[in-house]
């Protein structure tokens, strides 16, 4: 095997030697130096370093080009050629062992401990990954088909809210038909209401009248009875007459009997007393009984008169009575009927609120039940707006872990079929670190792990200096089989 080994820096170079299945590191260090020159293995696997160099403290950057297999070997050269003998590498060299380096060493040690525990870690994690991935998966299957049934839930909702609207139609025009009977029955009310309000004045006109009627009769009445009370006066006065009359007549009658008259005249004529005497009792008779029949054909006069006016009056107080009888009956139907107008009126008004508070309640009810369905949709929505967001996250690191882990997975096969067909790989990493080293001779090891793009290495060395952490940039890995 041939190895080129080659340290170059801003002040010194040294020599180059040939060499087969190199790894060329670029490296940049923030200040520090680098004396002598060797061989490092970093990223999978251990590697030795120990050769001689030479460098000059200050140097901004080296490029060096090491074997992957952890050993150096010059080959004979092709011809005999003239040799040039640096003259400086024949001075004796002034070693300083850092007395730290065990120290360094151990800190270096856990440091690689911990980066394979969490390159190790790193592993379980994707694998826990994957696992969640096939989790979500199957979620988002289930989630797609509660989303079809939802959508029948929806179609479901939807004939309900539709039956609920015909029925608030319906409720509706029912409505409207009660309206349209309260105002028939409003308006029965309101022609029975003018009809009672006239009866009730017809009623008392009539009782005005029937007042008056009594009254007149009481006046009749009255006069009835003065002129019965009259008439058994006359009466009274005239058989008082009839018996002042007739005591006359008889005291008439015995002076006549008792007492002579002699008259004597001149003409010798004799009177006829007896003829006087009846010609004059035939004239007071005459005028008794002319004066008995006038007060008899007036008191009968006045008396039917009477009577004919009091059976006028009877009449019509028996009219007036049987008038007002009727006017009570009617009023009684007509309050009858008013009160079962009333009735029904009420219960028509307890019927019509009872149908809009349940109108109210179904349609409450419904705006209820609509708000939250939409409520329900809509948070459905937001959860498969969210649930959608999360599988498009995952599928997302899902894809990126994906990649990362075939990257990993195809690093890791080409280190496989690398160490198992003892291919020479040359790897292209830019590394970039800080700190210093010093060393020469060293023999160290070195262990890390990386990424698609990138790679973190460890190492430590013998000789002097001090370890460092980089990141290291795989630029290109091509391999050559010995």
């Given amino acids: 095997m041939k190895q080129t080994f080659t340290a170059r820096s801003s002040s010194s170079s040294l020599k180059s030697f040939p060499a087969r299945g190199s790894v060329r590191v670029s490296q940049t260090f ?61 001075a004796p060299l002034n070693l300083e062992i850092d007395p730290t380096i065990q120290a360094v060493r151990t800190q270096e040690k856990e440091q690689i401990k911990t980066l394979n525990n969490r390159f190790a870690s790193f592993i379980d994690k994707v694998r826990f990954l994957e696992q969640q991935n096939k989790m979500l998966e199957t979620k988002w299957s289930l989630l797609q088909d509660q989303t079809t049934t939802r959508s029948n839930i929806d179609g479901m909702f939807e004939a309900y809210i539709a039956n609920l609207r015909r029925q608030l139609d319906g409720l509706g025009n029912e409505k409207v038909k009660l309206e349209g009977e309260l105002k028939n029955m409003q308006g029965l009310v309101e022609d029975f209401k003018r009809k009672y309000e006239d009866e009730i004045n017809k009623r008392a006109a009539a009782e005005n009248e029937f007042v008056l009627l009594k009254k007149d009769v009481d006046s009749a009445y009255m006069n009835k009875v003065e002129l019965e009370a009259r008439v058994d006066a006359l009466q009274d006065e005239i058989n008082f007459l009839r018996a002042v009359y007739e005591a006359e007549l008889r005291e008439l009658q015995g002076q006549i009997k008792d007492t002579s008259v002699i008259v004597e005249m001149d003409n010798s004529r004799n009177l006829d007393m007896d003829a006087i005497v009846a010609e004059v009792r035939a004239q007071y008779e005459d005028i008794a009984n002319r004066s008995k029949q006038e007060a008899e054909t007036w008191y009968k006069q006045k008396y039917e008169e009477m009577q004919s006016s009091a059976g006028q009056y009877g009449e019509d107080l ?18 009858n009927e008013i009160e079962a107008v009333k009735g029904q009126r009420a219960s028509l008004e307890a019927q019509i609120a009872e149908a809009e508070e349940r109108g109210e309640l179904a349609v409450k009810d419904a705006k209820l039940r609509i708000r939250d369905l939409e ?40 280190e496989e079929s690398r160490l198992a067909t003892g291919n020479a790989a040359t790897i292209h990493v830019q590394q970039t670190s800080g700190g210093s080293s010093m060393g020469y001779g060293s023999y160290g090891s070195g262990a890390g792990f990386g990424s698609s793009s990138s790679s973190y290495s460890a190492g430590s060395s013998m000789g002097g200096g001090s370890s460092t952490i980089t990141k290291t940039s795989v630029q290109s890995i091509s391999g050559r089989r010995y």
């Fill in 318 to 335: 028996r009219s007036t009575k049987s008038e007002i009888a009727e006017l009570n009956r009617m009023i009684a139907r007509l309050q």
């Fill in 375 to 414: 409520d329900a949709l809509q948070r459905a929505k937001q959860d498969m707006a969210r649930q959608v967001r999360e599988y498009q996250e995952l599928m997302n690191v899902k894809l990126a872990l994906d990649i990362e882990i075939a990257t990993y997975r195809k690093l890791l096969e080409g």
């Fill in 30 to 90: 923030g200040g520090g130096s680098t004396y002598g020159g060797g061989h490092s293995f970093g990223g999978f696997g251990t590697g030795v370093n120990y050769g001689s160099g030479f460098g000059n403290i200050g140097a901004s950057s080296s490029s060096v080009m090491m074997s992957s297999r952890g050993a150096m070997s010059f080959a004979a050269p092709p011809s005999i050629t003239a040799v040039q003998v640096n003259q400086s590498l024949l």
